[in-house]
């Protein structure tokens, strides 16, 4: 990427490493830089999102068959939570410890995928009723975001 030159900020002159890009410069008004200038500046809450989402598509492709280990699913909440998404992940159960109730960050979760997965293939493979799961009510009490895998 060529360098913005400090003694030419404003003139719209090029540096020695090329054209400026401030603005008045020759590329300022180029339909490519306009079209990504959206892209080019990013919030402190865009970075913990764009790890995130990496770190989990990492895991995902390197591990394409394996459930994904509770400590980076609580790691990626953690980013989601930083990056101001509240995108409920659910950890693995431990089926020998399971109590027989699931914490309400289950029912998000259920949700969240009824919304996008309601009609579809899969809910029509597997039967589910989606309609039903998105009506289903929160827990009485219940933090529709903490861990564990039982009722509190």
Known sequence: MPA???????????????????????LADDERMQAVQPYATQTNLDRPLYAARRVAALAVDAFPVTILPNPLITELTTLYATGDNSLPLTEELAADIFMG????????????????????????????????????????????????????
């Open 4 to 26: 913005i030159h400090p003694d030419n900020q404003n003139s719209g002159r090029s540096s020695p490493n090329g054209p400026s890009l401030c603005a008045g410069g020759p």
């Open 101 to 152: 109730r699931f914490s309400d960050k289950f029912r998000s979760a259920a949700q969240v995928a009824g919304a996008e997965l309601r009609g579809s293939l899969y809910a029509r493979y597997y039967g589910i009723d989606y309609d039903e799961v998105l009506a289903l009510s929160p827990l009485r009490g219940a933090n529709p975001w903490a861990g564990g895998s039982s009722a509190g």
